[in-house]
């Protein structure tokens, strides 16, 4: 849940590099790397006067996230509330730690052995 609020909150650009129609480098947070085909611009000149248009191209998406965050546990109803807390208790007492030894037969001792029942059962071959 934490990790949606944070999503949902935060704003970030994407800046991608196109070299004609392909997608040369894209980046988040920072200024993407050219390809190294961009067109230096010459010195003016009054004899000079075209300018060429290069094949690469810059493009930024901008995605803004929410500004305002609706918290208010006022409004939850008081059953709402009894059930959160319950919820939440019974989730956090799964995890604690059990250092009880085991005696299931403390109460009943076992029985007696009188003979050697395993022997009983046993064959021997001759």
Same mark, same amino acid.
């Given at each position: 849940?934490?990790?949606?609020?944070?999503?949902? +909150?935060? !704003?970030? +650009?994407?800046?991608?590099?196109? $070299?004609? %129609?392909?997608?040369?480098?894209?980046?988040?947070?920072?200024?993407?790397? =050219?390809?190294?085909?961009?067109?230096k @611009?010459?010195?003016?000149? /009054?004899? $000079?006067?075209?300018? &060429? &248009? =290069?094949? $690469?191209? /810059?493009?930024?998406? +901008?995605?803004?996230?929410? %500004? /305002?965050?609706?918290?208010?546990? %006022?409004?939850?109803?008081? /059953?709402?509330?009894?059930?959160?807390?319950?919820?939440?208790?019974?989730?956090?007492?799964?995890?604690?730690?059990? @250092?009880?030894t !085991?005696?299931?037969?403390?109460?009943?001792?076992?029985?007696?052995i009188?003979?050697?029942?395993?022997?009983? %059962?046993?064959?021997?071959?001759?």
């Amino acid at each position: 849940m934490a990790i949606v609020v944070l999503f949902s +909150t935060m !704003s970030f +650009t994407i800046d991608m590099h196109f $070299c004609g %129609d392909v997608l040369v480098d894209a980046a988040l947070f920072h200024k993407a790397k =050219g390809c190294g085909m961009e067109i230096k @611009e010459p010195a003016m000149n /009054e004899n $000079c006067s075209f300018s &060429k &248009k =290069g094949c $690469c191209s /810059e493009k930024q998406l +901008t995605i803004q996230g929410q %500004d /305002e965050l609706q918290m208010s546990f %006022d409004k939850i109803s008081f /059953e709402k509330q009894f059930f959160l807390v319950s919820l939440i208790q019974s989730y956090l007492s799964l995890f604690e730690n059990y @250092e009880g030894t !085991s005696d299931f037969c403390s109460e009943y001792p076992p029985p007696l052995i009188v003979k050697k029942i395993y022997q009983l %059962d046993e064959t021997y071959l001759i």
